[in-house]
């Protein structure tokens, strides 16, 4: 009986054995999904009106503005650095191809990465303002927003809205 019982262990063994070296030859058929991260935002010109404040209002975009995306890791070391351009209505979608995440929370995209304004191609708007950390480096917020595709998936991160300042503002008289 004990022998029965031996053979049938040693015969399971050897099949779970056969069964695991099959399964290692056979090429993968299943397609990874690639999960980007994307950090979005817009570009403005803040009117005169507003100069020195944080407001927004009367603000117009800037085509052709440049914004940087900085990363860094858990020792404060630059891990991903590229500039980004606005399309024709101020916005900026920049995909973050070849950031990795370590396993440390502080390798996360919303503790390690930030937005700044580098530059704007209009002369009359292109002093750098702090508008919502322009300078320092705006931090992203997450909005749950995520675009899916058959094999793709991005996690979209939000910035800004960052504004350059305009150059000459003509004082306005109080009579």
């Known amino acids: ?6 053979m049938i262990v040693a015969s399971l063994l050897l099949l779970a054995i056969h069964s695991i070296a099959a399964y290692e ?3 993968a058929k299943a397609v990874e ?8 935002g817009m570009v403005y010109c ?27 890791d858990y020792r404060n070391r ?11 209505h101020g ?3 920049a ?18 990465c930030h937005v700044k304004l580098v530059s704007s191609p209009l002369q009359s708007c292109n002093l750098l303002s702090n508008v919502n950390y322009g300078l320092n480096g705006s931090p992203l917020r997450y909005e749950n927003k995520r675009m899916l595709g058959k094999n793709y998936e991005a996690v979209v991160y939000a ?7 305009p150059a000459h503002c003509t004082p306005t008289s109080h009579l």
């Open 1 to 6: 009986m004990a022998s029965t019982q031996i």
């Open 25 to 27: 030859n056979v090429p």
């Open 33 to 40: 999904k690639n999960v980007d991260v994307v950090v979005e």
């Open 46 to 72: 803040q009117s005169c009106e507003h100069f020195g404040t944080w407001s927004m209002s009367g603000a117009e975009p800037i085509s052709a503005a440049k914004v940087s995306v900085i990363c860094k």
């Open 78 to 88: 630059v891990s991903y650095y590229k500039v980004f351009e606005t399309d024709a």
């Open 91 to 93: 916005y900026f979608y």
């Open 95 to 112: 995909q973050l191809e070849g950031f990795k995440m370590g396993h440390s929370l502080l390798d996360h995209p919303l503790t390690s």
């Open 159 to 165: 910035a800004g809205p960052l504004a350059f300042r």
